[in-house]
Each structure stands twice: as structure tokens, then as C-alpha cells.
């Protein structure tokens, strides 16, 4: 009696799920969503959506990163940037929201001289976005943009202290707590980190002591080093607090776009 219930269960498990799994193998993850017949970049922004939580964000700021995200991916088709792979992921939170944002833009891109362009993006500037020379050549079309909203954000300001071990486990090396050297650009982000022998670039410290951004201060106090940090992300291209309290005052996705991206023409994708 025991063996025919479980061969039982066995069969309606099969009979239920056995579609979805063939479907699933033949087509691929456009088999999961055949319903929308979109094209291969779609699928493409879909993935790369879903490598970041984006749950936080409002509608018309998913819209915005479904917009940045297709540039990237139309930007690698045409050899612009590198191409990545990314994993297909459905059990994001806000999965269905995330549909939704690449469906109500679906085509929707920026060009920036006639061509595909990376944009990038962060949560929160120092106070102003950072100049793209700073990345290289190709990237003259990031100017600096003034966003005085950003100070206003949760997120601005971080204030941490480490220990002198704490530091140097960090730093994995001997780290004097007076021996810190900083070169900064026009918008106060930490570039270049000197102490002793050792040196790091701006965001290769930050990644090492886990702070929010290259805009940092350090002050040498009892026991230890206070660490003050301004903004969170790297600081190029859009602000995405800035993006968020231009669309509650009205703003457009063009207008957005065109603010922090020089000479950016938004298009549709046929």
C-alpha cells in the first residue's frame, strides 16, 4: 500500500511538472517567458537586472535601470565594451516588477555620439558626480553634475573607527596610523593611497576596508583611525538619489539621462 501512494505521488509530480522542465530544456530561459516573444537583448537586460537588488526602487526608477541596462548590453553586441555572461536568476525579489520595467521600456536605449555606451551608475554622491577622464579616454562623456539632494540621503555620511590591527588585518600589511598620504580629485574622491612603502588606489582601499565610497577622511584618534565617508558608490555617471527626487519633481527619463550623461540621444532599439 505504501509503494503504490509514493508511486502515485511520483506520477502527478511528473504529470505536473514534466511541460515545464521539457519546455525549459528545449528553450532555454526564453522558454520560461515565451508568452512576451521578445527578442534576444530583452532577455539579455532581463538577466543583467536581476544580478543586483533592486527591490528598493520605485517604478519609474526600474524603468531608468532597464534603460541603462539595455545600453550596456546593446554597447557589448557591438564590441563597445567587454561582454559578460550573467546568471539567470527568477527568484529575485520583485521578480515580476522587474518584467514589468523591461516590457514598459522595451527598445529604449542611449546612444552618446552615435554609439552604445556603458553608463554607469551609484546610490549616492559625494555631493557631485565624478569626471570620466578619470577612466580613461573613452569616457569624456561623464562630467561632473552637482547634486546637492545627495547630501539630504540616508546613506551620505558613515563614520566608522578601526583599531590599528583591525587596519592592518584589513590592509594586509604594517600600516603606521600617522604615516596616511591621499591624493583626492576635483570632487574629493580618494584616487591614490600612500602609508610607508605601500600604496592603493582610491577604490582598491575602499573595497579593502569596506567603506561606502572613495570619499573618505582619516583622523588618527585614541587607539585607533576615525573614518569619515561621503556618498556611497563609486561616483560616476548617475546618482541614482539625485534620479529618484528628479522623477517625485516631475522630471523626465530624457531629462535624467541628459543631465549626467553629455551629449546623450535617447533612442528606440526597432
Known sequence: MKNY????AAIGFLALFLPYTITLLLDG???????????ELEYRVLERMTQEDLSWMDDDLLELMAVIC???????????????DYAYTSAE????????????????????????????YHAVSAGSTR??????????YLVPVECPEDLEAQSY????????????EALGCAAPLE??????????YVTWVKNGESEWAGESFRTLLHLNS????????????QITVKGSGHGFGVSLYTASRMFQEGASMEDILEKFYQNAECITIP
Request: net charge negative; aromatic share 6%; with cysteine.
Open 5 to 8: 501512494v509514493k508511486n502515485l
Open 29 to 39: 530561459r526564453q522558454g520560461i517567458h515565451q508568452e512576451h516573444d521578445w527578442p
Open 70 to 84: 539595455r545600453t550596456g548590453c546593446a554597447a557589448e553586441q557591438e564590441g563597445q565594451i567587454e561582454k559578460r
Open 93 to 120: 525579489s520583485g521578480y515580476e516588477r522587474l518584467l514589468q520595467a523591461v516590457q514598459e521600456t522595451r527598445g529604449r536605449a542611449v546612444r552618446i555620439d552615435g554609439e552604445y555606451r556603458e553608463l554607469p
Open 131 to 140: 569626471s570620466g577622464s578619470l577612466l580613461g579616454e573613452g569616457y569624456g
Open 157 to 168: 555620511l558613515q563614520v566608522c573607527t578601526l583599531t590599528q590591527r583591525e587596519l592592518e
Open 179 to 188: 604615516g596616511f598620504e591621499m591624493v583626492r580629485d576635483a570632487q574629493g
Open 214 to 225: 572613495s570619499c573618505f577622511w582619516i583622523e588618527e584618534v585614541e587607539g585607533g583611525l
